[in-house]
């Protein structure tokens, strides 16, 4: 089946620095991936929507300026957070809508763990 | 609004008995209905999803899940359950037109050897 990466699977850092995590679709083109945010013992949350060659669009709450979101290629979205603090360590996960052929899914990336100092 | 619940925070049940993770659903129209399911520091797995057709959906490791149009509701059931199957599973409802998710709150099962 369809694979989605991230990376990092994990990452800590202190408070006030910028992360950047990468989610790619590894065999297919994913002209629209999502964002979620997961907290502990909690669902996930939609964050934005990540559509390639466009700026992305945030769900109600989610500041854009906090949570930057590049799809710069039909395989690769990244999300920036930045001026991280402690309230933003979570687990984020990626999904990519795999538009092409003839099958049109959405597939989860494995997650990655944000630990902020 | 289209929501997704799972009224069960934990189940739990004897290894090699059957498994029910209850999820009821409120869409205007047609639902496309999913379950995943979700093991420690990873993301989620597809079990199986409803789109159309008939309402007994099977998935992956043997997992089946029942639409009930008059209900509202699309259960996930093992007929015999693994210790393995200890995980979290969540409940979803898939927008048609968006494709974004709504997810229930999740449920987590245990099954006790």
């Known amino acids: 089946g369809a694979v989605v990466s991230q990376h990092p699977s994990w990452v800590i850092c202190k408070s006030g620095t910028s992360v950047k995590i990468e989610c790619r679709s590894l065999d297919f083109q994913a002209t629209t991936m999502f964002w979620y945010r997961q907290f502990p013992k909690q669902s996930l949350m939609l964050m934005a929507t990540s559509n390639e060659g466009s700026k992305a669009t945030y769900e109600q709450g989610v500041e854009k300026d906090k949570f930057l979101i590049n799809h710069a290629s039909l395989t690769l979205s990244t999300l920036t957070v930045t001026s991280a603090h402690p309230e933003d360590s979570s687990f984020y996960i990626c999904?990519?809508?795999?538009?092409?052929?003839?099958?049109?899914?959405?597939?989860f990336g494995p997650g990655t763990r944000l630990t902020v100092l | 609004a289209q929501s997704v619940a799972q009224p069960e925070d934990q189940v739990n049940v004897a290894e090699g008995n059957p498994l029910t993770v209850k999820c009821t659903y409120s869409v205007s129209g047609n639902p496309y209905l999913f379950w995943y399911v979700q093991y420690p520091n990873r993301g989620l797995q597809f079990l199986l999803k409803?789109?159309?057709?008939?309402?007994l959906v099977k998935g992956s490791y043997g997992f089946e899940a029942e639409f009930n149009k008059s209900q509202t509701s699309f259960h996930l059931k093992k007929p015999s359950a693994l210790v393995s199957d200890s995980a979290l599973y969540f409940c979803a409802v898939r927008d048609k037109g968006t494709y974004k998710y709504i997810f229930g709150t999740g449920t987590r099962l245990k099954v006790l050897a």
């Open positions: 999904s990519a809508r795999n538009t092409g052929g003839l099958i049109n899914e959405q597939f």
């Open positions: 409803y789109i159309t057709g008939d309402n």
